[in-house]
């Protein structure tokens, strides 16, 4: 392979290193060139390119680009699945997990994710996963359902609390010792007498002092009389 050769291929697997946070790495040894292409063609939807790589170059890119967690890994055959911020790292390693199991010849050393280095038995954790989709609704599940837990902690004493309350009154009512209406009706009536008592007493009065000139007359009569 010519200088310049080798040289566009660093500088391509710089720009792979660079532009990704998450690839995987497999021994391809033992696979065809159909199953190759077969696994490729599978990877890209999921948003990974599936590349061969010298393992010599690779070290050098590896090195220009800070990602030394690689070197560890270049080690025979090799093949890196860049994966791009887009893809789905779990359906990424399901599928290379899975031609691993089918072909029994593809091998997964580890990788890196966002960063992190994986070691293979990481990597065949990660391919356990469900998919992004999924997380992503787990972990908005597991958001809300605390949400939910709250506010039914916060709404059950307001509904025991108006319970309690409603089964006091019907235990009132049940009791007659609860009048709406009547007591104040009783209490009206009582001062309507007062007015009656108070005309007996003033006709009392009248009828008294109407009696004491008739009896002084009476008694003048009688006196003049005696002195005739």
């Known amino acids: 392979m010519l200088k310049t050769q080798k040289e566009r291929i660093v500088a391509e697997l710089v720009d792979d290193l660079g532009s990704v946070e998450t690839l995987i790495v497999a021994d391809y040894r033992g696979l065809t060139n159909k199953q190759l ?23 050098r890119a590896a090195e220009e680009a800070g990602a030394e967690a690689l070197l560890v890994m270049l080690e025979g055959p090799t093949a890196i699945a860049f994966i791009e911020s887009s893809g789905d790292p779990a359906a990424v390693a399901k599928a290379l997990a899975g031609t691993a199991k089918d072909a029994n010849v593809l091998v997964l050393r580890g990788g890196i994710l966002q960063g ?60 007659g010792e609860v009048v709406a209406e009547a007591a104040p009706a009783e209490v009206a009536e009582e001062p309507a007498e007062a007015p009656e008592e108070q005309d007996d007493a003033e006709a009392a009065a009248q009828e008294a002092s109407a009696d004491v000139p008739a009896e002084n007359e009476s008694k003048s009569e009688t006196e003049g009389n005696e002195e005739e």
């Not at 292409?37 to 070290?59: M, S, W, Y």
């Not at 916060?154 to 019907?170: F, K, N």
């Open 116 to 175: 992190k280095q994986l070691s293979a038995a990481e990597v065949e954790q990660l391919a356990t996963l469900p998919p992004v989709d999924v997380l992503r609704g787990q972990l908005v599940g597991a958001v809300v359902a605390p949400l939910t837990q709250l506010i039914a902690l916060v709404s059950a004493p307001l509904r025991d609390l108006h319970g309690v309350i409603t089964a006091r009154i019907e235990q009132l009512e049940a009791q």
């Open 37 to 59: 292409e077969a696994l490729r063609d599978q990877l890209i939807p999921l948003g990974a390119r599936f590349r061969i790589v010298k393992n010599t170059l690779t070290r």
